[in-house]
């Protein structure tokens, strides 16, 4: 009768398991969605006073920490790092409120 050795036992564990997974058909795995209540609240505090303005709030402890007229201005007063965990957001004018925002709205 052979003997089989633990360690044998083990190599083909891991590679059944290697093999296994190889063979699995690929998993999507998607970001969720960031959590914006909190930067929305602050906005809409103080959103008369940011009319008309591209604004970056914090989404956690939430502070204003850019705004511009436009969104390029935005990305260039703002450093990418600064940004990374924001909502990004157009406060409308009294004049396009009740229009999406869209292509023409950074000229």
């Given at each position: 009768m052979k003997t089989i050795k633990v360690a044998d036992i083990l190599r083909a564990t891991e590679a059944l398991v290697w093999l296994v997974s190889s063979l699995a058909p690929p998993q999507v795995v998607a970001p969720s969605p960031a959590d914006t209540r909190e930067a929305m609240a602050w906005i809409e505090a103080h959103y008369e006073t940011l009319r008309g303005q591209w604004v970056a709030?914090?989404?956690?402890?939430?502070?204003?920490?850019?705004?511009?007229?436009?969104?390029?201005?935005l990305w260039q007063v703002a450093a990418p790092a600064t940004l990374q965990d924001c909502l990004i957001y157009y406060v409308s004018t009294v004049t396009n409120e009740q229009q999406v925002p869209g292509l023409g709205w950074d000229a």
């Open positions: 709030v914090r989404l956690r402890d939430p502070a204003l920490l850019a705004q511009a007229p436009t969104l390029t201005q």
